[in-house]
C-alpha cells in the first residue's frame, strides 16, 4: 500500500473514532432508560433532570419478547425497563432483576391497592408500577339502530350482530386474543386440555369471516375513520379514538377484562442502580404521575394524583373504570410450556 | 419507421410506444404515497391518519425533541458507513467474481455473497447480538453499522455484478497493453465503466439500511435507537404526525443532498 | 479424489469460456504458471472484505444459530442444550396426546402461500419495473442519474409510514375508492385492501426499485449501435427488444428479481398491514416463535427449511440455466 492509501486509512479510522466513540463511555450522573415510544413525557424527563442533575438517555423498544430477549442476551445495559405484568414474573423467574425492595422508596406510599401488591410481584422487591390499562372492545355508536344497545359481552366481538360482521376488528397479539376468548368460552386460558383449545379455535375460525383485519397498530384511526365498527383494542387507543369522536365507546365485557399493568424494573446488567432508585421513585409522584397520563392517556397507581389530570382523561369511558365493573378486570397470567404450544397450534391455525 | 434513416440515437429509440407513458405511471406509483405521507405531515390531528385540519406544529416539535433528532442522526450515521463500506467490498468481490477465467466454486462465493438475502431478519437479528455479546463487543453504533454492512453487501453486489456481467473485458486489456497498471486500469477503465453500478447499489444499500428495524433494535445499545425502532415502538401508543414530519424532514435532506451532488457531478463535466 | 484434484487444476470451467477467453489467451501465450497464480492471489485479495465480513459477522452467528434448532426450547425463550430434533418434526407433524406423530400441514400452507405471494411480487415488479428502467437508460446521461436518485428518494421514509399512506389510499373510504365512486364508475367499493391484492401492491412497492436499479445498471451500457443494426437489419422494434435489448438486460434482472423474491419470503410487516394480518407469511411465523411463543429453537429450524428451499431451487434453476445459457453468452460478448 502506497503512503497515500495508509494516510487515508488512517483518516477514516479517526473519523469513524469520532463518530461512534462516546456511546460506551460511563458517567456517574447518567441513566438509561428502555420504554415504549410516546410512554414517557419528556416534560417529566425535563423536571427529573432538573431536579437531580441525572441526565437521561431514552431508547424504546416495541413488545416485551423483544425486550426480555435483548435483555436475556446481555450486552444492553439499561437502568430502567419496562416490562408488563406477567413478564415481571418471568423476568424474576429467570433471574434478570435487580431486587431493590420498591416499598423502602418514599414515595411507594402513594400506590393504589391492587398495585402495590400485584400478583407476580407481590413483595415488589423487584418492580414498581407504571401505567395501566384494560384491553376490552372498542365500537362506533352510531352503528346502532335507535335505541339498540350493546351488551357488555364478549358475545358482541366473537358473535357479532349483523351490522358488525366483517367490520371487526382483532388485535393480532396472540396473548389478548385468546385470554378474550377464553373469558367467553369460560374457560381457563392456561388450559392443557386440547378439547378446551379444539373449542377455542372453532370460536375463533368461525369468527374469522366477519373479521376485516387483525392489527394492534392504528386501531384507534381505523375506528374513528368508520374503516373498522368495532375493535378489540387497548383502552388507550379507545380513549384517542373517543377524543376524535364521542361515539366511540368502550365495552367491559361481564366475562373478564383483560388487565394489564407496567412496571419500572432495574435490570441485572443496570449499571447505574442509585440513579434508576431515585428515577422510579420520582415517576411515583403525584405530579409526575399525572404528567405522564396526561401524556400517554393510560391511568397510573398514584393517589392524589387524578386531581391534576387533563379533563378529558377525567372523562373518558375507556379510561375510568365504571366502579361495577371493577371486579370484571383480570391479567394474564404466565402459562405453562405445554399450554403455550397448544395455543401458538390453535393460532396458526387460525391465521393459517 | 420512417425517420429510420434519420437514427441518431434518440429517435430510433422513441419508436417503443407506451414507453413514456408506462414510466409516468411508475413515478405516480412510486410518488403518490409519498406526496400523502408529507401531506398529512400538516395534519392537526394527534392521530396521523385522520385529517382534521391544517398546522405546522409537529415541525417544531419534531426539531425540538431531542430522541427523534439522535434516532435520525444515529440512522443517517449507519446508513452512510454501512452502505459505503458494503458497496466497496461488493465492488472488489464483483470484479473478483467477473473479471479473468471463470473459478471453480463460483456459486458457493455467489450464495454467500446472498446468503444475508436468504436468512428472515428476526434470525439474524438474535444470532448477531448473541455473537457480539460472546465476543464481548460493546452494543452500540458500532455493532449497528456491522450488521448493517452485512445485509447491505447483497444487496450492492448484486447491481454490481449485473453492470459487470458482459461487460468488454478487452477494454480492460487494452489498458494493460498500454502500460496502465492494476490501478490506473482500476480508476481509468473499469471504475468510470462500472459506475452506474456501483451506483444503483450504493442506493439501495443506503435505503435498505435506512429502513431496518429488527436487527438495528437487537444490536443496538443504550443511546444508540434508530429512527425505525422509534416509530415502531410506537405501536400501543399510536402513530402520530410527528413520524410524518420527521418522513418529510428525511424526504428534505435526501432531496438537498441528492441535489448538491448532482450540481457537483455537472461542474466536473 | 485425484479426480477432483485434476479438475482443481483446470481452472476454465467451460460455462463462462467466452468471457474470458481473451485473458486466457493471453496467460497461455506468456505461457507460464506464474500468471495462473497472480491472478488467483489477486482475485482472493479482492474477495477477501466481503467474504470476510460476510463469514464473520453472518456465518458464524447463523452456526450457533443451527445450532440452536437442534436443542431444546428454554421457557421463555433461549434453548436448554439438550439435543433435540423437535423444532423440525413440528414443521410437518404435531405431537399427539400419547405421543404419536400426526401429520400436519399448517406450516407447509404458510411456506405454499409465501413462494407464491413472492413469485407474483416479482412478476408485477418486473412487468412495472423493467419499462421504467429501459425509459431511464434511454434518457441523455445528465438525466439518468437524476431519475436514479428519484427512484430511491421515496424510500428515505420508512416502510410503516409508507405502508400506512397505502391504506389510506387502498381502503374502503380510501382516496382511489371515494374517487371512482363519486365519478360513478362504481358503486361499491373495490376490494383492494386486507387480500392478497394488497399484499402483493405493498410488496411490490416495498422492492420496486430493488428491480429498477440492477436492470437500469446492465441496460444503461447497452451500446445503441447494436439496436440500429437490428433496426437496418429489417427487425421491428420487437424483435430488436427481445433480441437484443432483453437478452443484455438478463443480468440485470436476475439480479433484480433475486432481490425482489427473496427478501418477499421473509417480509411480515407489509402482509400484516396491507393483509390485515388474515394470512401468516414465513417471515410473521418466524416473528412469532421469537416473539410471542418465545420458542427460539423452532424460530430458527423454520429459517433454515427456508433456507434450503431457496437454496435448492437456486441450485437446480442454476443446473438449467448452465444447460441452456451458453447461447445467451454468445449473445452478450456480440
Known sequence: MSKKTWMAAVSVAALTGMVFGGAGSAKADELFVFNWT????????????????????????????????KLRAGGATYDVALPSDSYVARMIEEDMLHAFDARSLSNFDNVTEPHDAPYYDPERQYSAPYMWGTTGIGYNKAALEDGEELEHSWKELFEPREQFQGEIGMLDEIGDVMQAAAFYLDIDA????PDDWRQIQELLLDQREHVKVYSATGTDASLVSGEILMHHMWNGAAHRA?????????????????????????????????????????????????????????????????????DDLRESPAVNVPEEFGDRLKMIPPCSQRSDELRDRVWTRVLQ | ??????????????????????????????????LFVVFLSFNENRIATIWTGFTFDWYPLVLGNADVLRAAQNSLIVATFASVIATMAATLAALAMTQGRAMRRQEVVNGSLALPLLIPEIVTAVATLIFFVAIGMPLGLLTITAAHTVFCIPFAYLPIRARL????????????????????????????????????GLLLAFIVSLDNFVITFFVSGPGSTTLPVYIYGMIRTGVTPEVNAVSALLLLVSLVLVTVALLLSRRET | MSTREAQA???????????????????????????????????????????????????????????????????????IWEFSTDAYLQFLFVRDLDDSLLFNDTYLRIF????????????????????????????????????????????????????YAWILLLRDRGLINNTLMDLGVISQPLPLIYNNFGITLGLVYSFIPFMVLPIYASLEKLDWRLVEAAYDLGANRWEALKRVIIPLAKPGIIAGSVLVFVPSLGAYITPQLLGGGRNLMIGN????????????????????????????????????ARRSGTSLKEVEIG
Open chain 3, 9 to 79: 487444476e483446470r481452472p476454465v470451467e467451460p460455462q463462462a469460456a467466452p468471457q474470458s477467453a481473451p485473458q486466457a489467451a493471453k496467460g497461455a501465450m506468456r505461457g507460464d504458471l506464474g500468471a495462473v497464480r497472480r491472478e488467483m492471489a489477486r482475485r482472493l485479495a479482492l474477495l477477501t472484505p466481503a467474504m470476510g465480513i460476510i463469514i464473520l459477522v453472518m456465518v458464524v452467528p447463523l452456526a450457533l444459530m443451527l445450532t440452536y434448532s437442534f436443542l431444546t426450547s428454554a421457557r421463555y425463550g433461549g434453548v
Open chain 3, 112 to 163: 405454499a402461500r409465501s413462494f407464491g405471494l413472492s413469485l407474483a411480487t416479482m412478476g408485477v415488479a418486473l412487468l412495472i419495473g423493467f419499462p421504467a428502467a429501459l425509459f431511464i437508460a434511454l434518457q441523455p446521461p445528465k438525466y439518468r442519474t437524476m431519475l436514479i436518485f428519484l427512484v430511491t428518494i421515496p424510500f428515505w421514509t420508512n416502510l410503516l409510514v409508507r405502508n
Open chain 2, 165 to 200: 456481467e458482459g461487460m468488454d473485458p478487452s477494454l480492460r486489456e487494452a489498458a494493460f497493453d498500454l502500460y496502465a497498471n492494476e490501478r490506473q486500469a482500476f480508476f481509468r477503465v473499469t471504475l468510470p465503466l462500472l459506475w452506474p453500478g456501483i451506483l444503483s
Open chain 1, 38 to 69: 410516546n410512554y414517557t413525557s419528556p416534560e417529566v424527563i425535563e423536571k427529573f433532570e432538573e431536579e437531580t442533575g441525572i441526565s437521561v438517555t431514552l431508547d424504546v423498544y416495541t413488545s416485551n419478547e423483544d425486550l426480555m430477549a
Open chain 3, 285 to 320: 411465523l418466524i416473528q412469532l416463535q421469537f416473539g410471542a411463543s418465545q420458542n427460539w429453537p423452532f424460530g430458527a429450524a423454520l429459517a433454515f427449511i427456508l433456507l434450503a428451499i431457496v437454496l435448492l431451487a437456486l441450485v437446480l434453476w442454476a443446473l438449467r
Open chain 2, 1 to 34: 419507421m420512417a425517420n429510420r434513416t434519420a437514427a441518431p440515437k434518440p429517435v430510433s429509440l422513441k419508436r417503443f410506444p407506451g414507453l413514456a407513458t408506462g414510466a409516468a405511471f411508475f413515478f405516480v406509483y412510486l410518488y403518490l404515497p409519498i
Open chain 1, 190 to 193: 392456561c388450559t392443557e386440555d
Open chain 1, 242 to 310: 373517543w377524543r376524535e369522536d364521542s361515539n366511540i365507546d368502550y365495552l367491559y365485557p361481564e366475562e373478564g377484562v383483560v388487565f394489564w399493568a407496567d412496571n419500572m424494573v432495574i435490570p441485572n446488567s443496570a449499571r447505574n442502580i442509585e440513579n434508576a432508585k431515585k428515577f422510579i421513585n420520582f415517576m411515583m409522584s403525584e405530579e409526575a404521575a399525572a404528567m405522564t397520563s396526561n401524556f400517554t392517556g393510560y391511568s397510573n397507581t398514584v393517589r392524589g394524583a387524578s386531581a391534576m389530570l387533563s
